[in-house]
């Protein structure tokens, strides 16, 4: 799939309405690509923003709760009978709320713990069974594309974060390892049936820290090695387009974050 070639190439997104998966959704229909977005239906105004903006023929929002398998094919089914087919499954996971595991360690004796188990079983539901569930689901579909030249059926990309590689948050960032971990034996499960997996590991966009200003902003971006800004969700859709154009990425992780230094954290 040659970056020409991405005119009626069939996408399903997963997440990230207003940000990742809203501007991915945008570049592929501007590129002649069909889209399914699936969001929560938390996110159905985006949704039909996107909808109202990119037109019916080449885009379609689907309310999913992505953690429930009955959801996900049915988003599939839709994609299915709208498209034809899938190629290219991108999930962009976003719920990035966490802390520190423990809090008050110096100052008192007994240790207290700052998570609750509610918080950490949203945290997994929404960015590791998510991803998960479209992942494996979405290869069911793909299965039955006619390969091509070099025997491919389709394409899967999962975003994950640069917080799973070093970091103290370590709710988080065991969901983002979990992201990590998935890919490698994903690639190779999904072998025979033609189906590549990627993960990007993403730094830091403004939408995730939109209460910094000022001095505190700045000091932020010096943890960058350079350039000295956030992430942009563009930056993110090229290089997704990258690895759909590449016949030979496989298993890969890549870090798409400035080298940023996230020991901080």
Same mark, same amino acid.
């Given at each position: 799939?040659?970056?020409?070639?991405?005119?009626?190439?069939?996408?399903?997104?997963?997440?990230?309405?207003?940000? %990742?998966?809203?501007?991915?959704?945008?570049?592929?229909? @501007?590129?002649?690509?069909?889209?399914?977005?699936?969001?929560?239906?938390?996110?159905?105004?985006?949704?039909? @923003?996107?909808?109202?903006? %990119?037109?019916?023929?080449?885009?379609?929002?689907?309310? !999913?709760?992505?953690?429930?398998?009955?959801?996900?094919?049915?988003?599939?089914?839709?994609?299915?009978?709208?498209?034809?087919?899938?190629?290219?499954?991108?999930?962009?996971?976003?719920?990035?709320?966490?802390?520190?595991?423990?809090?008050?360690?110096?100052?008192?004796?007994?240790? $207290?713990? $700052?998570?609750?188990?509610?918080?950490?079983?949203?945290?997994?539901?929404?960015?590791?069974?998510?991803?998960?569930?479209?992942?494996?689901?979405?290869?069911?579909?793909?299965?039955?594309?006619?390969?091509?030249?070099?025997?491919?059926?389709?394409?899967?990309?999962?975003?994950?974060?640069?917080?799973?590689?070093?970091?103290?948050?370590?709710?988080?960032?065991?969901?983002?390892?979990?992201?990590?971990?998935?890919?490698?034996?994903?690639?190779?499960?999904?072998?025979?049936?033609?189906?590549?997996?990627?993960?990007?590991?993403?730094?830091?966009?403004?939408?995730?820290?939109?209460?910094?200003?000022?001095?505190?902003?700045?000091?932020?971006?010096?943890?960058?090695?350079?350039?000295?800004?956030?992430?942009? @969700?563009?930056?993110?859709?090229?290089?997704?387009?990258?690895?759909? !154009?590449?016949?030979?990425? $496989?298993? @890969?992780?890549?870090?798409?974050?400035?080298?940023?230094?996230?020991?901080?954290?």
């Amino acid at each position: 799939m040659a970056a020409s070639k991405l005119k009626n190439v069939v996408f399903l997104i997963a997440s990230g309405s207003r940000n %990742l998966g809203g501007t991915c959704a945008r570049n592929v229909v @501007e590129r002649g690509g069909k889209v399914v977005l699936c969001d929560s239906v938390s996110m159905k105004d985006a949704g039909e @923003e996107l909808q109202q903006s %990119l037109g019916q023929k080449d885009f379609m929002f689907v309310p !999913t709760d992505l953690s429930q398998e009955d959801d996900v094919r049915n988003a599939l089914k839709l994609t299915k009978e709208k498209f034809g087919r899938l190629d290219v499954t991108i999930n962009c996971p976003y719920f990035a709320k966490s802390s520190r595991l423990m809090i008050n360690v110096k100052d008192v004796p007994e240790a $207290n713990t $700052n998570l609750s188990g509610e918080m950490m079983d949203l945290l997994f539901k929404t960015n590791v069974t998510s991803v998960f569930n479209v992942c494996r689901l979405s290869a069911e579909l793909m299965a039955k594309n006619s390969p091509d030249s070099n025997g491919q059926r389709g394409v899967i990309i999962n975003k994950s974060h640069r917080l799973a590689f070093n970091s103290s948050l370590a709710p988080y960032s065991m969901s983002q390892a979990a992201i990590i971990g998935m890919t490698l034996p994903m690639a190779r499960d999904f072998k025979d049936l033609g189906v590549r997996v990627n993960s990007i590991a993403t730094g830091f966009y403004r939408y995730q820290i939109p209460f910094m200003k000022g001095a505190q902003f700045q000091k932020f971006l010096s943890m960058m090695a350079f350039p000295y800004s956030l992430g942009s @969700e563009d930056t993110f859709y090229h290089l997704c387009e990258k690895i759909v !154009t590449n016949p030979y990425m $496989n298993g @890969e992780v890549v870090k798409l974050d400035g080298a940023v230094n996230t020991s901080f954290f």
